[in-house]
């Protein structure tokens, strides 16, 4: 059976990272008799009101029960015994990941008999120590949600429970940014490449419509051991099944600039219309005189749109005039209309001690000159590049600059569509599947492409997803059930060229050739293909705006998992046990630079080694004519497939150990297999290994796979496993009051960070700038580029001069280890209203950071005219290997080599690094560094009201503290070797958050306290609701940045300060004004910043904070009832109502030396948006 079900797995969806089965929930209780005796193997029944589902067991020895594995939903519980009435509760409320309790008294009598309880669902949780929020249906449904550039994103309702932190990276409870745990029904939507800054909007890829899910939770504490592969914490989603009823709604969401405010800093708003719209429907499978699926077979489709329509707003580019095409450049002129003279680089000549050049007369470039590849390109560009703007007049700076206005826009189509199936097999088992499509592109506009026509410019593309679920639930004895789950991803990014996408418009003439280049003339020899793309070229110091883009790239993202879930329930215990398998892809691919990527600068004409144009002229445009190349990059064809494996096990106890107090002990093994690369495509750093083109100092790559040049082994690092234990307690003290606990240690995603790193040696990738300053070019365009390598070039020397990457030994696989306490005390206050006073620490190790610069060089061991924290030191060190002051000083060259290999960057400082073959030793983008630590406190107060009475509530408030050295992976260390400076409050820590989300229906009209009957005040007051979600929080810490700088090749300098009190500056008249007022003291404040010694000031100091938070969405809505079970809804939504602003990034980073330090303009958020929607529900 095992094995006809992993066939069917992959059978299904060939293509998905761990959590368990959070998508059900737990009804457990004991039954006992009216003198309180226990009543062992009476039948419980748990019945879906919505679907007629059975889901049975019996109660134990000891009278207990415990029904697992029960889909989201209202339920009704049936209990009989011989002997007794049959109990039957209704209005039983079971959540995703909830255990709710249920205690059964049975009177004596007959199975005919009955006694009918409607359940006051005990809003308590007394059965386990997890720490989480649950939304509801009701509340997914109504709190608004903005259309903003996309469909509809369930991640704004996660945001708006207390456990999410939504500020840069999201993050759950304590844990790092990207490193949560996102699932739909029971299996990961997370990507690969989760930890990247994208991580947000490449999982919701993967998430179906608002529409199709019926609820979610977020849980940051009290982990079971079924639930792992996460940091902080977990959101878990539940997609929307079908019923014994046919229901689902019809809907348009429409935005619209009119609507909206502008910006604090926009002077206008640009046109901008949005249409979010979508249908589902549900039901039982009915098909007329032949099959009727109630209380059976049960289908849920959705399908939601996007589609948006931006303005167009004029925006300058610059283009060579037309007579420049044709190397008449006597227009060439700077502001004064001075003409910026071009020099024949043919001429240059070397006499009495100084090179010289003979300027072209008048400008004028022979034709005889231009280079063949330039005069193909220019046959090609010419007719595009037509200036579109009137009035220009020659020789004045206007004739050359932003001289082009484009109207391009882009569009974004976006279509969802996902469908669920339900199937009861027998009255013991039952199978469900699901299927989500999401197919988004970014194309340009009616008006064509924003900046140059195409395919000189734009970067069109598009994301694809499918998602596949599948479950099998078989309860093998009234005690014993069996849930096999599994499913899989795979989500597609691509990126690149209208000159090789296959989606680019035909309108307005706009060449869309997608190979074929070498046929029209326009292919520079020597690259790996130059008929498949158009070539880039650059213009230094921005002379002319850039022409090309970078080829089609991006990522496919696979994920493939299974779990299989025992539960037996046995006195007063319930076991569960289980394994789960996760294999998460990221094949990364790229065509960039395989056509061509050259770059032109003015020094190629100019007069020999003057850096300035104003003294020295010259043109980047008439280097490019002459085909003066001073810059390119070349790239092979890349396709690398790395997977992250994942084997894991788990056990857990719930023990219910009295009536009062219930304990969940568990413990769960994981075993992550080291990174592997298809077909062996990956190398890696060996510290130790000699580099033989380095004249055998250590540090050189490693290849992996078997043969000449190769370990022999498929990976290059070792695998990691570990055991996370779990201890969690409820004890309910009384019937109004329990008290929760909860100490565990989990482990965190290993995914992937950056690009496709570990290639060198397996693709090709050649970048090399000028390092004569102009005096001669690289190459000469039609004689093509320099001879490379191919590849595979299996050469431990292969990465020498370049960035290597490491996975740091066995770091690359071992994941963030996190022990998590929480404490909670709560108290139920009314039949319909609970509060919560609680503790949730973290601490963790191993996280994903930037910590790690192996090639920074140590300089307490440097001899004293080698002090970089003295002038004469940092000159000695910025000075050439083989020069006569690094030879006074006595430096040698560490190898022969060592200067033809960085020519003008042989400098003694590059040659006393640790591995000074290698530009750096790069550990965050080769995944190997994971060594950061974080400690996380928090007090969390959380107030709910259940619906009742029209309203329902959720509150929250948060006074937390974390303090780390990774902020999610970013950053770089001030001293590799003392590491510790790194720990500072962390750049998103915010140390109060409030959160406030409610419904609330008026109390007038049909069914409601007034104005019940028929009436003109009921006709008009009936049917309003009003709901919202408010956020209020602190700002973010504040940093300090500098430009003194020290030549150790470390990850930056920071300020020295004095004290961290007082930074603010005065504000005059009261309040803020960005245009008058700084945020800072001026820079003097500070002090002058000392150039003998690095900085000493923290990453961020906690006593100044950024710009606070402030948010209010709200929506108003009226229902109206068409028909029974129709009814229609007209919105009006509102984000950031109150048009608050919240000022962002101040300008220059902080920077003390930067002229305008302390000067806020920017704005973090947006202006008030407003939306109107239709929604047809029946």
């Known amino acids: 059976m095992r094995n006809i079900r992993f066939c069917v797995l992959f059978g299904v969806c060939a293509m998905a990272i761990l959590l368990a089965q959070t998508d059900r929930g737990v009804i457990t209780g004991t039954v006992k008799d009216a003198s309180g005796a226990v009543v062992p193997g009476a039948q419980v029944t748990a019945i879906q009101t919505s679907t007629n589902a059975n889901f049975k067991t019996k109660t134990t020895t000891s009278g207990d029960f415990t029904v697992p594995s029960l889909p989201v939903g209202n339920y009704l519980v049936r209990v009989e015994n011989i002997g007794f009435k049959t109990h039957l509760a209704s209005n039983i409320v079971v959540a995703a990941g909830a255990t709710v309790p249920l205690d059964v008294t049975l009177e004596l009598g007959t199975t005919q008999q009955t006694v009918e309880v409607v359940a006051n669902a005990q809003l308590l949780q007394t059965e386990a120590g997890r720490v989480a929020t649950e939304v509801s249906n009701r509340l997914v449904d109504e709190l608004p949600v903005v259309v903003n550039g996309a469909v509809r994103s369930p991640f704004d309702l996660s945001a708006s429970t207390a456990e999410v932190n939504s500020t840069g990276q999201y993050r759950v409870g304590g844990g790092h940014g990207g490193a949560y745990g996102m699932t739909l029904d029971g299996t990961s939507v997370t990507t690969a490449g989760q930890l990247d800054s994208n991580g947000v909007t490449w999982t919701q890829i993967n998430t179906p419509s608002v529409d199709a899910l019926t609820e979610f939770s977020v849980t940051a504490a009290g ?339 299974f779990h299989d879930d025992m539960t037996k329930t046995t006195g007063r215990h319930t076991f569960k046990w289980g394994y789960y398998y996760n294999n998460t892809h990221y094949n990364g691919f790229g065509l960039q630079n395989i056509a061509g990527n050259v770059t032109f600068q003015a020094l190629n004409t100019s007069v020999p080694l003057v850096t300035s144009q104003a003294t020295g ?77 380095a004249g055998g100092i250590p540090g050189a790559l490693i290849f992996a796979g078997s043969g000449p040049g190769r370990i022999g082994s498929r990976t290059l690092v070792d695998g990691w496993n570990g055991f996370g234990p779990r201890l969690g307690f409820a004890y309910a003290l009384n019937s109004k009051t329990a008290i929760r606990g909860a100490a565990t240690r989990s482990f965190g995603p290993i995914t992937y960070v950056g690009n496709s790193s570990h290639n060198l040696g397996i693709v090709q990738r050649i970048t090399v700038s000028d390092q004569t300053q102009g005096l001669s070019p690289l190459w000469v365009l039609q004689d093509g580029a320099p001879a490379w390598s191919q590849v595979p070039n299996i050469d431990p020397s292969v990465g020498n001069g370049s960035n290597v990457p490491y996975y740091n030994g066995k770091s690359a696989s071992t994941p963030s280890d996190d022990l998590t306490y929480a404490f909670n005390i709560e108290r139920q206050l009314t039949a319909n209203t609970v509060v919560e006073v609680g503790y949730l620490g973290m601490l963790s190790a191993g996280t994903q950071s930037a910590l790690l610069a192996y090639n920074q060089i140590y300089y307490p061991n440097l001899p004293a005219n080698l002090s970089p924290f003295t002038a004469s030191g940092r000159t000695l060190l910025n000075s050439q290997v083989g020069s006569a002051v690094a030879n006074a000083a006595g430096v040698v060259a560490p190898w022969s080599g060592f200067n033809k290999l960085w020519g003008t960057g042989s400098s003694v400082a590059q040659s006393l690094r640790p591995f000074p073959q290698y530009s750096a030793v790069d550990t965050i983008n080769g995944q190997g560094d994971r060594i950061g630590h974080s400690t996380y406190h928090s007090m969390q107060v959380k107030f709910s009201k259940r619906y009742s009475s029209g309203l329902t509530v959720q509150a929250s408030y948060v006074l937390s503290k974390l303090l780390t050295d990774a902020d999610s992976g970013g950053g770089t260390p001030e001293n590799h070797y003392n590491r510790s400076l790194e720990k500072s409050i962390a750049s998103y820590d915010q140390t109060h958050v409030v959160k406030l989300n409610y419904v609330y229906e008026l109390p007038f009209g049909k069914g409601r306290k007034f104005l019940s009957n028929k009436s003109v005040g009921s006709a008009i007051l009936g049917g309003w609701r009003f709901s919202g979600i408010q956020n209020y929080s602190s700002g973010t810490p504040f940093a300090l940045g500098t430009t003194v700088s020290f030549p150790i090749f470390n990850g930056g300098n920071r300020p020295t300060v004095a004290a961290y009190d007082g930074w603010r500056g005065a504000i005059a008249g009261g309040k803020f004004d960005p245009a008058v007022d700084k945020f800072l003291q001026p820079a003097s404040f500070f002090g002058t910043q000392p150039t003998d010694v690095l900085g000493t000031m923290t990453r961020y100091n906690p006593k100044l904070r950024n710009w606070p938070g402030f948010g209010e969405s709200v929506s108003m809505a009226r229902s109206i009832t068409l028909k029974e079970q129709k009814h229609l809804d007209f919105r009006w939504e509102a984000f950031n109502l109150l048009n608050r602003t919240q000022f962002g990034a101040l300008s220059g980073g902080g920077t003390l030396q930067n002229a305008n330090f302390g000067l806020w303009r920017t704005q973090a958020n947006s202006g008030r948006r407003m939306q109107v929607s239709l929604k047809l529900y029946w």
């Open 617 to 693: 002229g010259g043109s980047a445009f008439a280097s490019f004519l002459l085909g003066q190349v001073s810059g390119y990059s070349l790239d092979t064809p890349r396709y690398l497939a790395t997977m992250f494996r994942t084997n894991q096990m788990y056990f857990q106890d719930d023990w219910r150990v009295s009536e009062h107090l219930t304990l969940n002990l568990g413990l769960r093994f994981e075993l992550n297999q080291p990174p592997m690369v298809g077909q062996d495509q990956a190398s890696d750093l060996s510290l130790t290994l000699p580099n033989p083109a």
């Open 223 to 561: 982990f079971k051991a079924d639930v792992g592969h996460a940091s902080g914490g977990t959101m878990s989603f539940v997609s929307k099944s079908g019923t014994n009823a046919f229901h689902g709604d019809a809907y348009e969401f429409l935005r619209n600039q009119v609507l909206d405010a502008k910006g604090f800093f926009g002077a206008t708003k640009p046109v901008y219309k949005q249409n979010d719209f979508g249908v589902t429907a549900g039901g039982p499978v009915w098909i007329p005189k032949l099959y009727h699926g109630r209380d059976k077979t049960f289908f849920f489709v959705s399908y939601e749109g996007f589609r948006n329509r931006a303005g167009a707003t004029p925006t300058p580019y610059s283009v060579p005039p037309q007579e420049f095409f044709t190397g008449d450049l006597h227009n060439y002129v700077d502001a004064t209309g001075k003409m910026y003279q071009i020099y024949d680089p043919g001429s240059t000549a070397f006499a009495n001690g100084s090179y010289t050049r003979t300027p072209f007369p008048n400008n004028l470039i022979p034709q005889s000159r231009i280079d063949p590849i330039s005069k193909s390109i220019i046959g090609f560009v010419q007719p595009l590049l037509k200036s579109n703007v009137s009035g220009l007049v020659p020789g004045t700076s206007g004739y050359v600059r932003n001289n082009y206005l484009s109207n391009g826009t882009t569009i974004a189509p976006n279509n969802k569509f996902s469908i669920k199936g339900d199937q009861v097999l027998t009255s013991r088992q039952r199978v469900s599947f699901f299927f989500g499509r999401t197919r988004q592109q970014d194309l340009y506009g009616p008006t064509g492409a924003p900046g140059l026509p195409s395919p000189l410019a734009g970067n069109p593309g598009y994301n694809r997803s499918d998602v596949y679920r599948i479950s099998h639930d078989f309860t093998i004895s009234p005690t014993f059930l069996n849930r096999f789950y599994a499913g899989g991803n795979n989500w597609e990014q691509n990126h690149g060229s209208f000159a090789t996408f296959s989606g680019a418009p035909q309108s307005q003439g706009i060449p869309t050739t997608t190979t074929g280049w070498k046929e029209k003339g326009i292919c520079i020899p020597n690259y790996p293909d130059c008929n498949d793309d158009f070539p880039q070229v650059n213009f230094s110091n921005s002379e002319f705006t850039n022409w090309g883009v970078a080829a089609p790239n991006g990522s496919d993202n696979i994920v493939v998992e």
